[in-house]
């Protein structure tokens, strides 16, 4: 009996084998490398432009004359090859590709650590560098080695103040940062079915947190009907019995909301230890917490109040940011005080629009908090929505409410 | 494939970010990756590795995809990086690229001469030898092309 990894990998754990991918995916940042890699391998041609996609998010819009340089060129190509573009504006990769396109069995290759979300829709989703990314352009296929899973047991339901992300820097903490190397995460267990879309996505996303190669779910109910919305049918997954080279149990109700301490993602403490740390900047967003989900949850906790502090919120994505603006969820997100962003990365990688100066502190929604991430000197601490919200209005962390 | 150069020590977990920051992805231009590595761990590194063999301790290059960390590497003159273990991306971004990674643990003392066999399958450090995790054929294929790009070129 199988793993969902080996099934649709379609070999046992520890087997190298050869796979043609079904997406693909670069952003601006990666997608350049991957041109250049490409051309230089005698740009021959394009396996099925229909399965590629580069989708800009990174610095969205050019910070400067040279990246706009990298961005024209990339742009210029993409449109010109027919491969799938979504240029400024139009949100994060992870995001947009779990918008209706990747589908439960698929495998999916993004030039971006954080690929494996998508594992979320039951696909084999993994990063690979910008150099295997060329090599995909050029053959449609890739090589893998099916990885051993862990098998993370989740039960319950959710309580109180907790999201999926306090459960996702639990595991991540009791993992630690290399626990899940060269391994996929299979979440299972009852508890998952208590798990919307939005919610697997958060747990898939830490999965690279460990080391591990992917995240996955194995599509239900849930993941049908997500994806229905978007006119697009899939089948279930049935688990099958299947050995796990380790298990990990998590009481969905016995989480409650943590932060992880900078520079380590794997160093977690619960919020009321780290309550009072005053803070210079509020960040939600990512493709960890930038879905509307999240932003409705922060405007529900803001809605009528001030922050306290410099708060920066990025919708993950054009769709995000439209549903937030139809429904009033960005209107209450503004008259609180904060500062909308394109959607995209933000500030999340350090390269533009709320970089952090020399001593300040940022409480992140992110999934990264490594020295100098955000910039030279400035400290992040990673938390949930709720936490991000609650420390936003008082300036300082602190615990969130009951909602 | 063969090689050898002085020891320079690291500790775990070292990550792509304080390999080479995000403030100096933007750009093809390889010298800026090798004249800016290891910025935000120590200034004083990126002098040291021409010739070098980095020595590290587990799950090297963890974190994000960006090839420019192992590209910064290899142009900054580094024969290879050892490590008890490697984050994946970061090995295939290694191999990909030309640049030798060993899995092993072979201890570590800066400036001393490392040595390696990867077909044999050990390295020398301190003049003590260890065994190494053996790469996959293919993976061999690769370095010995040179990369993928010219692993690619020839097989098309
Ligand atoms: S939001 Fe942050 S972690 Fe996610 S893809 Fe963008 S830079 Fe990477």
């Known amino acids: ?403 | 494939m063969r090689g050898a150069g002085h020891a320079v020590c690291l500790g775990t977990d070292i990550d792509t970010d304080v390999i080479i920051a995000g403030r100096y992805l933007r750009t093809k231009d390889r010298s800026i990756w090798a004249a800016h590595v290891f910025e935000d761990l120590d200034p004083a590194l990126a002098p040291r590795l021409s010739g070098a063999v980095i020595v590290a301790g587990r799950n090297f290059g963890c974190g994000s995809s960006r090839e420019q960390a192992a590209i910064g590497l290899k142009e900054s003159g580094v024969v290879a990086v050892v490590a008890p273990s490697f984050a994946r991306i970061f090995f295939r971004n290694a191999i990909n690229i030309g640049l030798p990674l060993i899995e092993a643990d072979p201890g570590c003392l800066d400036g001393t001469t490392v040595r390696f066999d990867l077909e044999s399958g050990w390295v020398e450090s301190g003049g003590k030898r260890s065994p190494v995790r053996p790469l996959s054929p293919r993976m061999l294929d690769i370095l010995r092309a040179g990369g993928l790009v010219e692993y690619w070129k020839v097989k098309q």
């Open chain 1, 1 to 403: 009996m199988s793993t969902l990894s080996e099934r649709i990998l379609g070999a046992p754990a520890g087997e190298y084998v050869d796979r043609k991918v079904d997406r693909a995916y670069v952003h601006d940042g990666t997608g350049v490398l991957t041109l250049e890699a490409w051309k230089r391998m005698g740009s021959r041609g394009l396996c099925d432009p229909s399965c590629l996609s580069v989708i800009f998010d990174h610095i969205v819009p050019a910070n400067n004359s040279t990246t706009a340089t990298l961005q024209h060129e990339l742009r210029e190509f993409a449109t010109g090859s027919f491969l799938q573009f979504s240029d400024i504006g139009g949100g994060i990769c992870h995001q947009c590709m779990s918008e209706g396109v990747v589908l439960p069995g698929e495998v999916v290759v993004g030039a971006d650590s954080h690929s494996c979300t998508l594992g979320a829709f039951g696909a084999f989703a993994t990063g690979v560098g910008a150099t295997d990314m060329a090599a995909i352009w050029l053959t449609g296929e890739t090589w893998f080695r099916v990885p051993e899973s862990i098998g993370i047991h989740l039960d319950g339901t959710l309580t109180g103040a907790a999201e999926a992300k306090d459960v996702a820097l639990s595991y991540v903490s009791r993992l630690g940062m290399d626990g899940g190397s060269y391994h996929a995460l299979e979440f299972i267990g009852k508890g998952t079915r208590n798990l919307t879309m939005d919610e697997r996505l958060v747990l898939c996303n830490l999965a690279v947190e460990t080391g591990a190669k992917a995240g996955i779910f194995y599509a239900d109910r849930v993941t049908t009907e997500y994806l229905a919305r978007y006119d697009r049918s899939a089948g279930q997954q049935v688990q099958e019995p299947c050995e796990y080279v380790q298990e990990l149990e998590i009481d969905l109700a016995g989480i409650e909301p943590l932060v992880a301490v900078p520079p380590r993602v794997d160093t977690t403490k619960p919020v009321h230890d780290l309550a009072g740390i005053p803070v210079d900047q509020v960040f939600v967003g990512t493709c960890t917490n930038g879905r509307y989900s999240d932003l409705a949850r922060f405007a529900r906790i803001v809605r009528g109040k001030k922050v306290a502090v410099r708060t920066i919120v990025v919708p993950a994505s054009r769709e995000v940011l439209g549903e937030a603006a139809r429904t009033g969820v960005l209107a209450d997100i503004i008259a609180a005080g904060c500062t909308i962003g394109t959607p995209g990365c933000g500030p999340c990688l350090g390269a533009h629009m709320g970089v952090l100066g020399e001593g300040e502190v940022c409480l992140s929604t992110a999934n990264r908090n490594f020295k100098n991430r955000m910039g030279i000197g400035g400290d992040i601490y990673l938390a949930s929505v709720a936490t991000a919200a609650a420390t936003a209005l008082e300036g300082e962390i602190t615990e969130p409410g009951v909602p």
